[in-house]
C-alpha cells in the first residue's frame, strides 16, 4: 500500500488571499449588496492585522479572526443575512485554506435603498 507521505516544506498563505476569500463569499451571500468602502473608522488606525476593501482579518497562530463591514439590500433580514455570510465565510476559509476560523464578526454599516423606488 501506498502511503501518502507529505515532502517537507512549509505553505504561506499572504493575507491578501484571506482578504479576497472573505470579501468575495461575503459578496456572493444573498441579500449583501456590497462590501463598505470604510472599514471601522478611527477605530481601524487602531487594530492589528490587515484590511482592505471591507475586510479585516487577523491570524493568530493557525485560527483567523474576521470583521466584515458589509451594505446590505433593502427589504431583507439583516440577522439572517449576516449569520449566512458568517456561516459561509467560515466554511470558505476552512475549505480553501485548511485554516481553523475563529470569529467572523459583522457590522452592517448601510442597506441599499434603490433611488428609484422613493420617487
Known amino acids: 500500500m501506498a502511503e501518502d507521505i507529505r515532502p ?4 504561506t498563505i ?3 488571499v484571506l482578504l479576497a476569500i472573505a470579501s468575495l463569499t461575503a459578496t456572493g451571500v444573498e441579500g449583501v449588496s456590497r462590501m463598505s468602502a470604510k472599514p471601522g473608522g478611527f ?3 487602531l487594530r492589528r492585522g490587515h484590511q482592505n476593501n471591507g475586510v479585516h482579518v487577523e491570524v493568530l497562530e493557525d485560527t ?3 470583521e466584515l463591514f458589509l451594505v ?3 427589504n431583507v ?3 439572517e443575512v449576516s449569520h449566512n455570510v458568517q456561516k459561509e465565510v467560515s466554511r470558505a476559509i476552512t475549505e480553501m485554506v ?3 476560523v475563529g470569529r467572523i464578526d459583522i457590522h452592517i454599516d448601510d442597506v441599499d435603498y434603490d433611488q428609484e423606488s422613493n420617487t
Open 43 to 45: 477605530n481601524r488606525l
Open 64 to 66: 483567523v479572526n474576521a
Open 72 to 74: 446590505l439590500e433593502k
Open 8 to 11: 517537507p516544506g512549509k505553505t
Open 14 to 16: 499572504a493575507p491578501e
Open 98 to 100: 485548511g485554516m481553523q
Open 77 to 79: 433580514n439583516l440577522r
